[in-house]
């Protein structure tokens, strides 16, 4: 079994920072791509930012210069700063990771947090 799991949502307010953080847990190979999602009320999910285990990041245009991800490889931990925050970031942000389970087999699974809200007041 695999788990991820998120912490570090909240409210704030317009302008602020917050810091959200993920964990994986489990039996575990190896983690490709994780990433941040997030799912604004009425919305579809949309990728906000992603990490490859090399260290390639990529962002959705409208947190550019705003939103920093970062992973640890070996605790298997993917974290997003989150600065100047916008009340059109409020969502719920959820982490999710390309993991391998098996060693016999190479096929590399989606795993999804439970997610963690965010709320920025204007």
């Known amino acids: 079994q695999v788990q991820l799991v998120e912490s570090g949502g909240g409210l704030v307010q317009a302008g602020g920072s917050l810091r959200l953080s993920c964990e994986a847990s489990g039996t575990i190979v190896s983690i490709n791509v994780m990433g941040w999602y997030r799912q604004a009320p009425g919305k579809q999910r949309e990728l906000v930012a992603s990490i490859t285990s090399s260290g390639i990041t990529n962002y959705v245009e409208s947190v550019k210069g705003r939103f920093t991800i970062s992973r640890d490889n070996a605790k298997k931990t993917v974290s997003l700063q989150m600065n100047s925050l916008e009340p059109h970031d409020t969502g719920v942000y959820y982490c999710?990771?390309?993991?391998?389970?098996?060693?016999?087999?190479?096929?590399?699974?989606?795993?999804w947090g439970q997610g963690t809200p965010v709320t920025v007041s204007s």
């Open positions: 999710g990771a390309d993991i391998k389970i098996s060693r016999v087999f190479p096929q590399f699974f989606d795993y």
